[in-house]
Each structure stands twice: as structure tokens, then as C-alpha cells.
């Protein structure tokens, strides 16, 4: 098989070959993030995410929940969080994960005491080929999450080809190794919409590859991607638990 039959493999599978690294990318599927990610988020590699306000902790979640299972593709997602999150940010649902077209059996979660155990937990799990990604959720900045840390999920990443996804609620950017940088919040749904789809304000704020963007995306519950949302938006809420009532719906995950 040669280049160009390998490129038309991938790209049937909705995967790419990166041009600086060669390794492969997943489409998120909003064509302009995409074509700025130069075809689409590198696979085996550490991402961020962060809240983009105070209170975005759920769109923040969901954004990084769809982010992660396209890129585990048919394996299992590992989703790590520490005991207090769901007090704090709210639980993960079962029902928010149906209502955005997610199936919670794909999900294996784990909870730590704080963030060292997180991370410690993260690096051991990192060993196991059957993983497709992993979500690692660190709220605040403790001091273990520095820059060497990163750069051993980086390597650990790299290795194994598993995608690690770094949820940071309530926390600041700080120096990393992480391939893009997302911040996150939700937008205003359209005034017709009964229930609609989740929508998200998106900001690429570190692209390692390229420039970076900002755009509202829609995510298409049936085809378990993203794409570009026209004339307003809404994000789901990934954690919580309660839907508010109509016009402003929420998904709660």
C-alpha cells in the first residue's frame, strides 16, 4: 500500500495523517477547525480543555466528551475525576451521554482522591493498548500538574497511541507540552428550537501546528461529530442533573 491508497483509508475512517508529525488525526468534523488543525485533532497526543467562564464547567465537559470519543473511534474511553467533582462540577450522566448519542458502556470511569492519585492512575491506565483515549479531570492548579507532568503524559501518550484529554474546571492555563488548547462555554440556543442539538462557543486558543480560532459548534447527536451551527447556539450540560425548563433547555449529563 502506498501513500495515497494509506490517505484514502484514513480519510474513509475520518482519520488523516498529520503533515508535521505523520502521525494520524480524527476529523472533529467542523470543516474550519479542521482545515486550521490541518485536518483535524493528532492521535496519541495530550489536549486541553478549559472553561471559558465560571460557569462553563458543563459545556466544558460535554465539548471534551465528544473531542474524546471520536477520537477512542470504537474503543473504550477512560474518564478519570477526582471524589469531590460531582459536587463540584456536577456528576456524569448517563442520560446526557444518551441524549448526545454517546453510549455510556464505552465509558470507564474512575474516581481518585486527588490530583496525584489522578495522575498516577493516568500513567498506569496510559499502559493498556485497548484504550482509544483518555479523560483526565484536574480541577484548580495544583502544583503536580506542572510542566513535567505534561510532558509525561505527552510521552505516554505518544507511545501507547492514546489520545489523553487534560478537563481543567476552575483552573488557569499555564505552561504545557499539550498539542491545542480549547476553551469552552455555551451559547444561546436558537429561539425556535424545542430541544436542538448541543452547541458550543469554541475558542482554539494553542494550536502547536497552526493558527488558531474561534467558532460555534453545533454537535450532530446522530453522526457523533461536530459541525458548524448557523445563526446561534447551545451547549450541553454535561454534568448537573436537572433540565431546565423551556426555552432554555439543556441536555444534563
Not at 483535524?40 to 464547567?57: C, K, N
Not at 459545556?59 to 470519543?69: P, Q, R, V, W
Not at 505518544?158 to 455555551?186: G, M
Request: contains cysteine.
Amino acid at each position: 500500500m502506498d501513500i495515497a491508497d494509506l490517505r484514502k483509508v484514513l480519510q474513509q475512517k475520518h482519520l488523516t495523517l498529520a503533515p508535521e508529525s505523520g502521525l494520524p488525526r480524527v476529523t472533529t468534523g467542523h470543516a474550519e477547525a479542521d482545515s486550521l488543525l490541518h485536518g483535524g485533532l493528532v492521535l496519541g497526543a495530550l489536549h486541553e480543555i478549559f472553561p471559558a467562564t465560571r460557569h462553563a464547567d458543563a459545556a466544558a465537559t460535554g465539548f471534551t466528551a465528544g473531542l474524546a470519543i471520536r477520537a477512542a473511534k470504537a474503543k473504550t474511553l477512560f474518564w478519570i475525576r477526582q471524589d469531590y467533582a460531582a459536587l463540584e462540577f456536577g456528576e456524569l450522566s448517563a442520560t446526557g451521554l444518551v441524549e448526545m448519542g454517546i453510549d455510556p458502556a464505552r465509558f470507564l470511569l474512575l474516581r481518585a482522591p486527588d490530583a496525584e492519585a489522578a495522575l498516577r492512575a493516568a500513567l498506569d491506565g496510559l499502559s493498556c493498548g485497548g484504550l482509544g483515549a483518555a479523560v483526565i479531570e484536574i480541577p484548580a492548579n495544583p502544583k503536580i500538574l506542572d510542566l513535567v507532568a505534561a510532558r509525561k503524559l505527552t510521552l505516554a501518550a505518544s507511545q501507547k497511541q492514546i489520545t489523553v484529554f487534560l478537563l481543567r474546571p476552575s483552573a488557569e492555563p499555564a505552561p504545557s507540552s499539550t498539542e491545542t488548547r480549547w476553551h469552552v462555554k455555551s451559547a444561546p440556543s436558537l429561539p425556535h428550537d424545542d430541544w436542538g442539538a448541543p452547541r458550543f462557543d469554541v475558542k482554539l486558543t494553542r494550536n502547536r501546528h497552526g493558527q488558531t480560532g474561534h467558532w460555534i459548534m453545533e454537535w450532530d447527536c446522530d453522526d457523533g461529530r461536530f459541525r458548524k451551527a448557523h445563526s446561534g447556539a447551545v451547549a450541553a450540560a454535561v454534568a448537573g442533573g436537572a433540565y431546565p425548563t423551556p426555552p432554555q433547555r439543556f441536555a444534563a449529563f
